[in-house]
């Protein structure tokens, strides 16, 4: 009769999700001792054939997923859910829509119970190795979310790790002290940041899925297998553990850059399905406030010169803005957006009009021998200037020291000779009807990846807030 009620039960499960129903789902499902409703169950199960489908799922050998209501299906191996289930250790406590938080005066963290040498079946090698997580975490303060090895029962420096330290990712795969590969990322910091390492001393670091930087080290042997593996442990001093999620956490083996953009889509796809994450990656591609509400859909901060996070005495807005000092420069690089941007930023400067005429802002295209798409530069009777195809602008308004001006660029690449650069500025927040400066019928084909905002040495500090590039 018990048989016969779960039979029934499962195949009231299997009818539900319909022709999409798959096997490995199944096995997680009967793993749960708490059950999610019928209309997660079928999210996840899709989830897994989404995963099945694109020849990802046989290249895993962990997965632990958050779900929104069940900490304990969020504790199991999705690939195997009988082995590997995670283990919290210390105060680190679950909450539905943003995964395990961890606490950093306890030093609580999550155990893997992961032994590579003995559970990577082959997959997770030496050589050919992935690690992932998402997660969802202010990122303004130092600390951590470490893959560490046990050490006499206790969490040790990180063999295999994906480090924060004040708005730079560090992660390395395989043991090693110069194989750290660093990535520029500021702001609140939700999606995958993962790490594969494609030979024995090549290792890739990529942000939701697109590929950000490169570390070649002569660093080789078997120290990649070594004791148990460990998963979010949060070293932030004086940080709200509230604020730090752990959403989902995947070892694997060599994935290829196609392959770690689908993964991190289809897990993107997952969190907002389920409620975990907001769906900011359909036009909104970047959005820095540089205190905590940041979001960018990939991508990285580059600076020349200094630091590109500041706080300062007199922000523009909230509690911090993003100071370009003097003599330097701050990037913001981005694979391969399309031909139609808006980038929307508050600025103010606290001399308007610089002792020689003074690039402010570069937009570019291409990754190496970048194209310069336009510019726009201030002059010393403080009027703007835009270029764009060799075409200059000038703005009617002399703008004024301390004041803080409302900025929107307008980028429409060209199919022929129909590109376009607009810009509009205001003292409110409400864009004008009429640009500033604007070149039009141009013939520039280039696809916008690359914003630089400039501080020559000429020029005072001045400050950027509330960046936001649409689509």
């Known amino acids: 009769m018990i048989l016969a009620a779960k039979i029934k039960k499962e195949s009231a499960i299997e009818a539900n999700m319909g022709s999409d129903y798959c096997l490995q789902y199944q096995a997680i499902y009967n793993s749960m001792t708490v059950k999610p409703s019928i209309n997660i169950a079928s999210i996840q199960n899709k989830f897994v054939i989404k995963l099945k489908n694109e020849g990802i799922w046989n290249k895993l050998v962990a997965l632990h997923l958050v779900t929104p209501d069940n900490e304990q299906a969020s504790t199991l191996n999705w690939i195997n859910p009988s082995d590997n289930t995670l283990v919290k250790r210390l105060s680190t406590s679950f909450v539905g829509d943003q995964g395990f938080l961890g606490n950093s005066a306890d030093f609580s963290y999550m155990d893997m119970d992961f032994n590579p040498s003995v559970d990577g079946n082959g997959i997770y090698t030496n050589d050919e190795a992935s690690i992932g997580v998402y997660m969802n975490t202010e990122i303004s303060e130092d600390h951590a979310f470490l893959f560490g090895y046990s050490n006499g029962g206790s969490m040790g420096d990180p063999a295999t790790g994906v480090i924060l330290r004040t708005g730079e990712w560090q992660g390395k795969l395989n043991n090693g002290a110069n194989?750290?590969?660093?990535?520029?990322?500021?702001?609140?910091?939700s999606g995958v940041i993962a790490f594969v390492r494609t030979d024995s001393n090549t290792i890739r670091g990529f942000i939701n899925g697109y590929f950000q930087a490169e570390k070649t080290d002569t660093e080789t042997g078997t120290a990649l297998l070594n004791d148990q593996f460990h998963a979010l442990r949060?070293?932030?001093?004086?940080?709200?553990?509230?604020?730090?999620g752990f959403g989902c956490l995947f070892y694997g083996g060599l994935f290829t850059d196609n392959e770690m953009n689908v993964l991190s889509g289809i897990i993107h796809d997952y969190a907002v399905s389920v409620g975990i994450e907001e769906d900011w990656w359909t036009d909104i591609l970047a959005n820095f406030d540089f205190e905590g509400a940041t979001a960018i859909k990939n991508g990285r901060w580059t600076v020349s010169g200094a630091v590109d996070l500041n706080d300062v005495s007199d922000p523009i807005s909230g509690t911090q803005?993003?100071?370009?000092?003097?003599?330097?420069?701050?990037?913001?690089?981005?694979?391969?957006?399309?031909?139609?941007?808006?980038?929307?930023?508050?600025?103010?400067?606290?001399?308007?009009?610089?002792?020689?005429?003074?690039?402010i802002v570069y937009l570019k295209g291409g990754v190496t021998g970048a194209t310069t798409i336009g510019y726009l530069r201030i002059y010393t009777t403080g009027r703007l200037y835009l270029q764009h195809g060799g075409v200059g602008s000038y703005g009617a308004t002399?703008?004024?020291?301390?004041?803080?001006?409302?900025?929107?660029?307008d980028y429409v690449g060209g199919t022929g000779s129909d590109s376009s650069l607009k810009v509009y500025i205001s003292t409110t927040t409400t864009k004008p009807s009429t640009p500033e400066c604007s070149v039009t019928g141009q013939t520039l084909t280039a696809v916008l990846n690359n914003i630089w905002f400039y501080c020559t040495a000429n020029m005072d500090d001045y400050l950027i807030d509330d960046l936001l590039i649409t689509s």
């Open 179 to 189: 194989e750290f590969i660093s990535m520029i990322h500021c702001g609140r910091g």
């Open 234 to 244: 949060n070293k932030a001093s004086g940080l709200n553990p509230s604020d730090n």
């Open 321 to 359: 803005s993003m100071l370009i000092p003097t003599n330097s420069d701050a990037r913001l690089w981005m694979p391969l957006y399309d031909l139609d941007n808006t980038i929307y930023f508050k600025w103010k400067m606290t001399d308007a009009t610089p002792s020689v005429n003074a690039d």
């Open 398 to 409: 002399v703008l004024q020291d301390d004041t803080v001006y409302n900025v929107w660029i």
